[in-house]
């Protein structure tokens, strides 16, 4: 780290490897991603540890992982400037954690609405990852000494857990992490599905003709908006509670080429839904061709893709042992 970075606060993001990238992540989460990589010193994490809270296939887990690395940097994380990694490739996170367990209480972990959530909704694997789940996330975060972590409302009660881990560890011993703060990202929009437009464009599996993956050609980009749902009127207009579909379609076009919703708009206006369709899908095309022509390079060079990982690693691991090491002094490990 050199004095500039030194100056700069830190941030730690994590995402789940666990299924295709899609147009949401790229609008919701990218912006925000390249904004902080300008304003703070990085981390941006592949947690391949967290997926596994759920069955997930080993080959999909191995592709969803390379995948995802790849994505951060076509998208524009610059792994010279950030540290970007694979959590599975530095242990210093399962060792931490396990500490970190040892400070939650069984009643502070059973109160998190996630955990309530997730086993209502996978009644048949309620395992003991998926309760520790957020003490993994707090040793994400307080490895690195993450000031800031930029968090969706889903997350704001584990964040608060880190920081009730954090403190009491800190008043037991002595200052030894940072007490990380939630920001909320305020770039990019929130995208719905094209097939039902008050569904938020998620997984695939689930919705494939209402997802756009980054991986898709342009032909299925195509189709895939040209047959989003829209509405029975004709009258192309950005209106969220009578006209979900084509509001989510004007908000696609205007997020994809950067212009504010009225721009987008005026562009569409007495046009057909159908030239809104073609519009929205060609502005979307044009912008996922130059990054999957990167993503592809990065993805199918397995030797530069190999040393990327293990730059990304040593640097993590070099910030993540001095850290751990401090740990294990303070709790007595020999
Ligand atoms: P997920 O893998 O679903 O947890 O998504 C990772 C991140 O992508 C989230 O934290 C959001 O910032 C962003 N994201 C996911 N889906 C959408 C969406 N439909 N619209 C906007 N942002 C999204």
């Known amino acids: 780290m050199d004095n500039n970075q030194a100056q700069q606060k ?6 789940k490897p666990s299924g295709n990238l899609h147009l949401g992540n790229l609008i919701g989460a990218g912006k925000n991603w390249l904004k902080m990589q300008e304003d703070y010193f990085c981390y941006y994490a592949v947690a391949d540890l967290h997926s596994i809270t759920e069955e997930i296939l080993t080959k999909d887990l191995r592709e969803y ?39 939650t209480q069984y009643g502070e972990a059973r ?14 694997n309620i ?26 409302k889903d997350q704001k009660q584990h ?28 770039l990019g929009a929130k995208i719905f599905s094209l097939s039902d437009p008050h569904k938020k464009m998620g997984k695939s599996e689930n919705d494939p003709k209402g997802v756009v993956l980054l991986k898709d050609d342009p032909a299925t980009v195509e189709r895939k908006f040209k047959s989003a749902v829209t509405d029975s009127e004709t009258e192309v207009k950005y209106n969220v509670a009578k006209k979900p579909g084509v509001s989510n379609l004007l908000v696609i076009y ?33 912008t996922l061709i130059p990054l999957q022509q990167k993503y592809n390079s990065f993805r199918a060079n397995k030797e530069n893709l190999a040393e990327l990982l293990k730059q990304g690693s040593d640097k993590a691991s070099f910030t993540a042992r001095k850290m751990l090491s401090k740990v294990y002094r303070k709790v007595g490990f020999v």
């Not at 690395?69 to 931490?96: R, T, Y």
């Not at 109160?111 to 048949?124: E, G, W």
């Not at 964040?159 to 305020?186: C, D, M």
């Open 127 to 152: 395992n003991l990852g998926l309760f520790s789940y957020p003490t993994l996330m707090a040793a994400d975060i307080l490895l690195y000494g993450a000031h800031y972590v930029p968090i969706g």
């Open 10 to 15: 830190i941030v730690l993001s994590a995402m």
């Open 65 to 103: 992982t390379l995948d995802l690395f790849c994505w951060f940097m076509a998208i524009g994380i610059d792994p010279n400037k950030s540290v970007l990694f694979v959590q599975s490739q530095v242990p210093h996170h399962a060792e931490l954690a396990w500490v970190l367990n040892c400070f």
């Open 159 to 186: 964040l608060e857990l880190a920081r009730t881990i954090a403190n009491r560890f800190n008043n037991r011993y002595s200052p030894t992490f940072v007490e990380p703060e939630g920001i909320f990202p305020k």
């Open 254 to 286: 205007a997020e994809v080429l950067g212009l504010p919703i009225k721009t987008a708009e005026k562009h569409f206006e007495n046009k057909s839904y159908a030239e809104l369709k073609e519009g929205v899908a060609k502005a979307v095309i044009d």
């Open 111 to 124: 109160r998190m609405t996630q955990f309530k959530d997730k086993s209502l909704k996978n009644p048949d």
